[in-house]
T-cell receptor, first 112, second 114 residues
Framework: DAKTTQPNSMESNEEEPVHLPCNHSTISGTDYIHWYRQLPSQGPEYVIHGLTSNVNNRMASLAIAEDRKSSTLILHRATLRDAAVYYCILRDVTSGTYKYIFGTGTRLKVLA | DTGVSQDPRHKITKRGQNVTFRCDPISEHNRLYWYRQTLGQGPEFLTYFQNEAQLEKSRLLSDRFSAERPKGSFSTLEIQRTEQGDSAMYLC????????????FGEGSRLTVL
């Protein structure tokens, strides 16, 4: 499974944008980039995913580098409720497996 | 509520006892997953089902662990002869076969082995 590298922790001020980086230098052409987050005492929840183009949804934006070796999850205005662990995951849709391999993620702290 | 539900939410047991966790996925989801999570770590994949077929098992799943999904609906995860190292949060997730396979997680079952 292709691996991702994320910073262990980040801090942000409330109502400011947050850019959460993820490196995936060994990504293959069929790997989708998925982001999940895990709020305290809850199971992970889906945030966003993409393949090559930048993606936007109501929760966040995903910016994917042109060479696809890195990506950035963007929270446009962080709130206290965004304090969570954010996981960047690669999933190969052609591999025949449907499992997601989670790393240790980035713990985001939002300061009031 | 039509989300993934897990039962029990908390279980405290003595070493050597057997425990069973139940997961009820979102009703139209064909795929069901079990993960284990310890403090400070991300979820670790254990196994997954498509309908009633168990299609993949992690090497983490020792022979003390068994999972079933007999009618392709709810699933159970049993741990026999529990050890202190089994203490963890056991997470269940489900996903549809259509779309990109987004996982929907339950809130987990926390196991403490004394």
């Amino acid at each position: 499974d292709a691996k991702t590298t994320q910073p262990n922790s980040m801090e942000s001020n409330e109502e400011e944008p947050v850019h959460l980086p993820c490196n995936h230098s060994t990504i293959s052409g069929t790997d989708y980039i998925h982001w999940y987050r895990q709020l305290p005492s809850q199971g992970p929840e889906y945030v966003i995913h993409g393949l090559t183009s930048n993606v936007n949804n109501r929760m966040a934006s995903l910016a994917i580098a042109e060479d696809r070796k890195s990506s950035t999850l963007i929270l446009h205005r962080a709130t206290l409720r965004d304090a969570a662990v954010y996981y960047c995951i690669l999933r190969d849709v052609t591999s025949g497996t449907y499992k997601y391999i989670f790393g240790t993620g980035t713990r985001l702290k939002v300061l009031a | 509520d039509t989300g993934v539900s897990q039962d029990p939410r908390h279980k405290i047991t003595k070493r050597g006892q057997n425990v069973t966790f139940r997961c009820d996925p979102i009703s139209e989801h064909n795929r069901l997953y079990w993960y284990r999570q310890t403090l400070g770590q991300g979820p670790e994949f254990l196994t997954y089902f498509q309908n009633e077929a168990q299609l993949e098992k992690s090497r983490l799943l020792s022979d003390r662990f068994s999972a079933e999904r007999p009618k392709g609906s709810f699933s159970t995860l049993e741990i026999q002869r529990t050890e202190q190292g089994d203490s963890a949060m056991y997470l269940c997730a489900s996903s549809p076969t259509t779309g990109h396979g987004e996982l929907f997680f339950g809130e987990g079952s926390r196991l403490t082995v004394l």
